[in-house]
């Protein structure tokens, strides 16, 4: 069943999660480990990330260093496919614009198609790792709307190849990110909603938050969408405080405050085991509040480990 969908028959708030794939060499056990304490929540759905390749330098016996282009987190298709046909529940595969072409992501849209997955995110995605900023592939998507716009040509069965006879159109429903503290390389706010919307009025379905510990700045976020005509429903991002560096890397990393009341329990906090427990009711306030206000949905960024995202998931749903 597509998002959208969910949340229109929804008669509670949702419970979803957002997994990554196993690192390169792990098994997908790993990726049940992470869901099974948690299946029994009913999540309605499961994102899985998509992780781009990375260039690394390995040493070599003469002294130089070798570039190497490797990536450490594969399969995004095969483990969402897999956890639909094991679990039964839906899956959204994440699809980011960087490292490909549009017709390596016509073909991998049509991947999704053929396994009878109808949900994707779809994101521009980061630079990698070793460049300052973003570089579209040759002829690739400079943003996420070029995508979204891909996906809504392919939904009314207008593929890039133009010879094809009768093109039969997909049937995705399409979620793109949005940023309650703004995006990282945006101006200001204004300018990062105004590019927002254009992905709405490209044909995204839904907005899905990057992650915040400040409710407010959520709930002036979602009035701010609404004032310039974004109709479509907001889920909020969230992702308890788990060690201690989080207080300095979260910030960096996603471009967001960390509230002072927070800082000051974890800083308050003698190890990590504590952070943990901080962090878990931290969101355990956090989506309380949420639900209050009316979220349609609450997304779990759980990055593998589902302790306390059960914690949380036990107190509220
Ligand atoms: P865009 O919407 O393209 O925006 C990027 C920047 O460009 C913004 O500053 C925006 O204001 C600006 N902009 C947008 N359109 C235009 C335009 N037409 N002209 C000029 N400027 C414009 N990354 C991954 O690699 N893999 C994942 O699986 C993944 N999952 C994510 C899930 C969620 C819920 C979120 C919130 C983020 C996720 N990301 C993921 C991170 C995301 O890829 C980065 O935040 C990326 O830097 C921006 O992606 P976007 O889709 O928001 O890009």
Not at 3 to 18: G, M, P, W, Y
Not at 85 to 107: A, L, N, Q
Not at 242 to 265: G, M, Q, R, Y
Not at 273 to 285: D, K, L
């Amino acid at each position: 069943m597509k998002v959208i969908d969910h949340i229109k028959n929804a008669e509670r708030t949702l419970f979803t999660l957002e997994l990554l794939p196993p690192l390169k060499g792990e098994t997908i056990e790993t990726i049940y480990q992470a869901i099974d304490p948690l299946i029994g929540f009913s999540p309605s759905y499961i994102n899985v990330t998509y992780h781009r390749e990375e260039v690394v330098y390995k040493p070599q016996s003469n002294g130089l260093l070798e570039r190497q282009v490797v990536r450490k987190r594969p399969s995004t298709v095969a483990i969402a496919s897999a956890i639909r046909f094991k679990y039964g529940i839906d899956v959204v595969p994440h699809m980011i614009c960087g490292g490909f072409s549009p017709r390596e992501t016509e073909d991998g849209l049509i991947d999704l198609h053929f396994l009878g997955i109808d949900n994707v995110l779809a994101l521009r995605g980061d630079a990698p790792r070793q460049d300052k900023s973003f570089v579209a592939s040759k002829g690739g998507h400079i943003h996420a709307t070029d995508l979204v716009k891909q996906i809504s040509r392919l939904n009314k069965g207008i593929y890039l190849e133009e010879e094809l006879l009768q093109p039969s159109p997909t049937n995705f429903c399409v979620g793109v990110a949005g940023y309650p503290e703004k995006h990282g390389e945006s101006p200001n706010l204004e300018t990062d909603l105004r590019y927002l919307k254009e992905k709405v009025d490209a044909g995204a379905d839904y907005i899905v938050t990057q992650l915040f510990y400040d409710n407010s700045k959520f709930f002036a976020f979602v009035e701010k969408c609404r004032q310039i005509g974004i109709t479509v429903p907001i889920i909020p991002g969230i992702k308890p405080i788990s060690v201690k560096n989080h207080l300095t890397i979260l910030p960096k990393t996603f471009n967001i405050d960390i509230p002072e009341d927070l800082v000051t329990a974890v800083d308050a906090c003698k190890d990590n085991s504590m952070v943990r427990e901080v962090g878990v009711e931290w969101a355990i306030q956090q989506t309380k509040e949420l639900m209050q206000f009316g979220v349609p949905a609450i997304h779990f960024y759980t990055m593998g480990k589902p302790d306390n995202i059960c914690k949380i998931a036990k107190a509220i749903f």
